[in-house]
C-alpha cells in the first residue's frame, strides 16, 4: 500500500528564516509526487509536480526537490503570507492512475 | 477560468437523513475526482470519474455513497443513510488530463452528521 509521511506536523519561523519540509514516501512505481498549499477553508492548491529523482521545480520562494524516497520544500527567507498547510501526496500509476495518496500536512506558521 | 465550485459550503444534518454534495468541474476537464478528510486524518481518494464513467472507484467506503456525473459535466455525490463516521469535508477536483498540470480542487463541503 503507497504511504505518504509529512514532518514535522507543525513549523513555527520566524520571518526570513529558511527552513524545509520532508515527504517521505512509498510507493511501486511512482509516476509524479506533488505539493499542495492549503489555506484555512479552502481547497489544496497545486504548486509542483516532480517525476523523477534529481528533479527541482521552483517558484518564488519555494522549492522542490525529490530523491527516490523522499521530497523536500524548501522555504527560503519565508514571509507571514506563506503560513498555510503543505501537502504532499503521490500517484503510482497503475491501476489507480488517477488517484493521489496524501501525507497528513505540514502546519506552517511564519511569525513577522 | 472559473474554477471548481462546490454545493453546499456547508451541510449539517442527522444521522439516518440523506445528503448530496455538487461538484461543477472546470469546463472542459475530463477527469473529475472525490476526496475526503475525516478529522485528524490525511485527505483520501474516494473516486475518480473521466468524462461520465467511473474510472476508480475503489476509495469509496461503502455502498451508502453512490457518485454520479450527468453526461460528463457536474458530479453528484449521495449519501443515504448518512452515518456519524460520514462527518468530514469532502473535496472535488477536476483535470484536463492525467495531473500533468496538477489537479485544481474545489473549497470543499463540510458535512457533519449529528
Known sequence: EDQVTQSPEALRLQEGESSSLNC???????????????DPGKGPE???TLYSAGEEKEKE??????????SFLHITAPKPEDSATYLCAVNAGGTSYGKLTFGQGTILTVHP | E????QFPSHSVIEKGQTV?????????????????RVMGKEI????????????DESGMPNNRFLAERTGGTYSTLKVQPAELEDSGVYFCA?????????????????????
Request: charge should be positive; charged fraction near 20%.
Open chain 1, 24 to 38: 517521505s514516501y512509498t510507493v511501486s512505481g511512482l509516476r509524479g509526487l506533488f505539493w499542495y498549499r492549503q
Open chain 1, 46 to 48: 497545486f504548486l509542483f
Open chain 1, 61 to 70: 520562494r519555494l522549492k522542490a526537490t525529490l530523491t527516490k524516497k523522499e
Open chain 2, 2 to 5: 472559473a474554477g471548481v465550485t
Open chain 2, 20 to 36: 448530496t454534495l455538487r461538484c461543477d468541474p472546470i469546463s472542459g476537464h475530463d477527469n473529475l475526482y472525490w476526496y475526503r
Open chain 2, 44 to 55: 483520501k481518494f474516494l473516486l475518480h470519474f473521466v468524462k461520465e464513467s467511473k474510472q
Open chain 2, 94 to 114: 477536476s483535470s484536463r488530463g492525467l495531473f500533468f498540470d496538477g489537479y485544481t480542487f474545489g473549497s470543499g463541503t463540510r458535512l457533519t452528521v449529528v
